[in-house]
């Protein structure tokens, strides 16, 4: 396990599935880089024409409401 960010912590991270609304090509690379930006963020993956989006993180690090920020800053709407 990494002492720095936890990753490889059995059972220690979320993984977050669920659509948003109001993606286009640009913004969903831009979501995915501040996503990725955040600590305890370890993968993220953005199918932007059906707003699919994946987020595995560590609630330790990231706190869900940093991870909505993202969006909410952004103008989209993700439904979980």
Do not use: W
């Amino acid at each position: 396990m990494c002492k720095e960010c936890g990753c490889g912590e059995t059972n220690g991270n979320n993984r977050l599935q669920f659509i948003v609304d109001g993606y286009t090509d640009d913004n969903a690379k831009e979501v995915e880089k501040a996503l990725l930006g955040l600590p305890g963020v370890l993968y993220v993956h953005i199918h932007p024409h059906e707003g699919e989006t994946t987020v595995d993180y560590s609630p330790k690090l990231t706190k869900l409401s940093a991870i909505m920020k993202v969006f909410d800053d952004r103008g989209l709407t993700a439904n979980l």
